[in-house]
């Protein structure tokens, strides 16, 4: 009987899963603006989902009704081709979440393995150091410009453009935060009984880094969508075909005093979005760091 209840007072235990879901919940209740820009994250990535199940083809043409303003059949209007504004939008922002993650995802990636590489070996560091500060020293935006009219214009190459402009930065973050820790105690003391290199990186290092990167990654992604609608807007982005908010401002701005809802609908969005993810990043810094938080700010 004894044992009977000693097994199912275990059975009861939870596990480890629930346990962080339990201390992401806590850490999110505390945390009031980090959790509304996962909310509002969470809503943007529903209603791209949603335009690609219920709303019509982004590319469907409608001519008779074009140029319509927002109406109950139209809620967002129509452009000058009659197609829907609204899907149109909400479709568009299915490029730059997708834009923005897998950009987000290369850089930090790469990111980090440069930069661990540079701030332990030495002899790598002065070589790599000045690649990337060389790929620095052109502007993100003339980089993917150039980048985009070599390989030509699709989702594909975006990501590719802007993650070779945001890898330097965010090597640089890596690398600034390796060469603390490296100088550490415990990281001497692991060296001095022998572990290995990639052991070290992987043990003692990384989780050290977790919190600077994190935030970078932030700011990437904000940046990755800014430039991705920017290249789009300049007509080196994504295809005229695919919509996405960059094209639509582009298309919008001829029309711009007899249909303003064609640039007013997908600027709010970018800016709304950008918003959320910057602010985002500053609680994620401030949370993470909380000596950021008390410092004063001018």
Known sequence: MAMTEITGHANRRPSRAMRRFRALGQFLRG?????????VL??????????????PDPARLNPIVRLRPPSLDHWFGTDQLGRSTLSRTLNGTTVSLTVGALVTIVTTVFGL????????????????MRL???????????????????????????????????????????????????????????VTNGTRLTRLLA???????????????????ASAMIVESVLSFLGAGTPPTIPSWGNMLADGRQYLQRAPWLVAFPGVALALLVLTVNVLGDALRDALDPRLARRPRN
């Open 42 to 55: 969470a809503c943007f990535v529903m209603l791209a989902i949603a335009a690609a199940l219920f709303l």
């Open 31 to 39: 945390q009031p603006v980090i959790l509304a820009g996962v909310t």
């Open 113 to 128: 393995v440069i930069g661990l590489v540079s701030g332990f070996t030495r002899w790598l560091d002065g070589i790599v």
């Open 203 to 221: 043990r003692h290092v990384l989780p050290n880094v977790a919190a600077p990167v994190i935030v970078q990654a932030t700011y990437v992604f």
């Open 132 to 190: 990337m500060d060389g790929v620095m020293a052109i502007p993100g935006i003339l980089l993917a410009i150039a980048l985009m009219s070599l390989f030509g214009s699709s989702v594909q190459n975006v990501i590719v453009a802007i993650s070779i402009a945001e890898i330097p930065r965010m090597a640089r973050v890596v690398r600034s935060s390796v060469l603390v820790i490296r100088e550490q105690l415990f990281v001497e003391a692991a």
